[in-house]
């Protein structure tokens, strides 16, 4: 929300949210290769910072939302495709279903579905 300072308002205390950025890439190349010759495929970019400079802003002061939680993703298969990558932290689920369990609800080991009306 904006508050007509140029000072963004990030507080959703009902809205549930959950983060899913790329620690690692599969079939990585080492930082030297990648600034010679960028392979989208193979190196990172810029969207994991971003995203978690976006999921500090959203709890920052202590705004947190009651359902929040920020996922590292290992071996995507491309610089911002989760859905190909393991989440060590829910079992090393595939990306793609440990975002479906996040949002319907699935194994123990995944927190409560996140797609419920909150009140």
């Known amino acids: ?5 140029n000072n963004p308002v990030f507080t959703y205390p009902h809205t549930a949210m959950a983060g899913w950025v ?10 030297s ?5 960028y392979d989208w ?3 990172p970019n810029n969207s994991s910072s971003q995203g978690q400079i976006f999921y500090a802003a959203v709890t920052a002061n202590g705004a947190q939302p009651s359902n929040y939680a920020v996922y590292a993703v290992d071996g995507c298969t491309g610089s911002e495709a989760v859905g190909g990558g393991t989440v060590l932290a829910l079992n090393s689920d595939m ?24 009140h």
Not at 22 to 31: A, L
Not at 33 to 37: A, D
């Open 1 to 5: 929300m904006d508050d007509g300072t």
């Open 22 to 31: 790329c620690r690692s890439i599969s079939g990585q190349k080492t930082q």
């Open 33 to 37: 290769e990648c600034s010679q010759h």
């Open 41 to 43: 495929l193979h190196c």
């Open 95 to 118: 990306g793609y279903e440990a975002i479906e369990y996040n949002m319907a609800g699935g194994p123990n080991n995944v927190p409560a579905a996140q797609c419920a009306h909150s």
